[in-house]
């Protein structure tokens, strides 16, 4: 039986079994990754390549530029594709593909002319990465669609979504600018103990914005799978901070150690 607390925050679980299924397996993957991260089983791209690499020659590698073009693109096209295939279904329906598209538009900007890279992906991590940023994507916008015709939750939040949505998105690229401020050129590749912004309290600023945005996509949804993939990605987000911040301890003899991981003071 559902609780009233969570009547009231999200729209009735959907009859459609993929739907919920994704539901229960976006948060236990995601989860499992974040618990993998602190274990030290990295995904294998940017600064934890070597990390599980082994030196092995024969992973199949693609440039970094290339590689994170291959993530990110399928899930702007679904975002894009959803405007054509879902029309005229009401304002939050809208909210909810605007922000995923701008995200992954985002995304795929910073790739283009902000990010600088220091090494490659495995291909063979870019393939299931790819494939899990469309289908939630996806299944996220289709879960939105099942809700039509249903009142809207008591407690409507699309409002304080859009908010929360656009200072998660504004503080991710911002603290993206910075990072890439770190290296004076192309050719430098070498990692530099990130200053400036929040990353003078926490080492994973750019994350917790990140996590930040996903809530108000949530918060603008009030679906079940969204706050299952939401609740998801923070608990993965949060072990890959742990992991970044043990990283660079060990790289960094002067590393500050008030430096948090995550949350400022906290985490």
């Given amino acids: 039986m559902e609780s009233l607390g969570l009547v009231k925050f999200l729209f009735p679980a959907p009859s459609n079994l993929m739907v919920s299924a994704m539901s ?3 948060l236990v993957s995601l989860a499992n990754a974040g618990f993998s991260e602190l274990k030290g089983k990295h995904l294998n791209y940017s600064k934890f390549w070597n990390a599980n690499n082994n030196n092995n020659n024969n992973n199949r590698k693609v440039s970094s530029r290339n590689g994170m ?7 702007f096209l679904a975002g894009v594709a959803s ?3 879902f029309p005229d279904e009401g304002l939050r329906f809208f909210f909810i593909k ?5 995200h992954f538009f985002k995304r795929l900007f910073e790739v283009m002319l902000i990010h600088k890279y220091s090494g490659g992906m495995d291909i063979d991590s870019a393939i299931p990465i790819s494939l899990s940023y469309f289908l939630s994507t996806a299944t996220m916008i289709y879960a939105q669609h099942l809700t039509k015709g249903y009142p809207d939750p008591p407690i409507d939040l699309k409002y304080v979504g859009i908010v929360l949505f656009l200072i998660g998105i504004s503080g991710n690229f911002y603290h993206h600018y910075l990072l890439s401020k770190l290296r004076s050129n192309a050719n430098d590749k070498q990692y530099k103990i990130p200053k400036g912004g929040l990353f003078e309290l926490v080492l994973c600023p750019h994350y917790l914005f990140e996590i930040l945005g996903f809530w108000g996509v949530s918060f603008i949804s ?3 799978y969204s706050f299952s993939f939401t609740m998801g990605t923070t608990l993965y987000l949060m072990g890959r901070s742990y992991a970044t911040r043990r990283w660079y301890l060990s790289k960094f003899d002067d590393f500050p150690h008030h ?3 995550l949350i400022p003071f906290v985490f």
Avoid: E, H, N, R
């Fill in 24 to 26: 229960a397996v976006s």
């Fill in 69 to 75: 073009l291959f993530l990110y693109t399928p899930a």
């Fill in 83 to 85: 405007f054509g295939l």
């Fill in 98 to 102: 605007s922000a995923l598209t701008i």
């Fill in 222 to 224: 009030q679906t079940l």
């Fill in 259 to 261: 430096v948090k991981a």
